[in-house]
């Protein structure tokens, strides 16, 4: 097993019982789940080429289109303040410019060893 494999698992497993706030709508929980999910993602190191490929399919799997679904909920709840100030508190750009270099760079990912 690799060093840190069991630490980032514990990590991830304890970030699935924290749920996003129930007071939210059901859509709102959801992507407050999924971004902590891709901000997870997103700060971790590839320190060899496994990790960085597993790291790579998981940013896929929790990031992608998260740009367009933090706007329209951005305008769906823009009267909603304690909402929006949860979705303010997000980086509203976190994908590439080139989204279809990035649908294909995802689309040439593999699911983690791990995860099968």
């Not at 399919?57 to 823009?78: E, N, V």
Request: charged content about 35%; overall charge positive; hydrophobic content about 35%.
């Amino acid at each position: 097993m690799k060093p840190g494999f069991v630490a980032s698992l514990l990590v991830i497993l304890a970030g699935l019982g924290q749920a996003a706030p129930t007071s939210f709508p059901k859509d709102v929980s959801d992507f407050l789940s999924r971004r902590e999910s891709c901000d997870h993602w997103r700060s971790e190191a590839g320190y060899d080429d496994e990790r960085a490929a597993d790291i790579a399919w998981s940013s896929c799997q929790a990031c992608q289109g998260t740009d367009a679904q933090l706007a329209r909920l951005k305008k769906k709840y823009r009267t909603n303040a304690k909402i929006m100030e949860e979705l303010d508190a997000l980086d509203s750009r976190i994908e590439p410019d080139d989204k279809a270099a990035a649908k294909e760079f995802c689309r040439n990912t593999r699911k983690p060893k791990w995860l099968k």
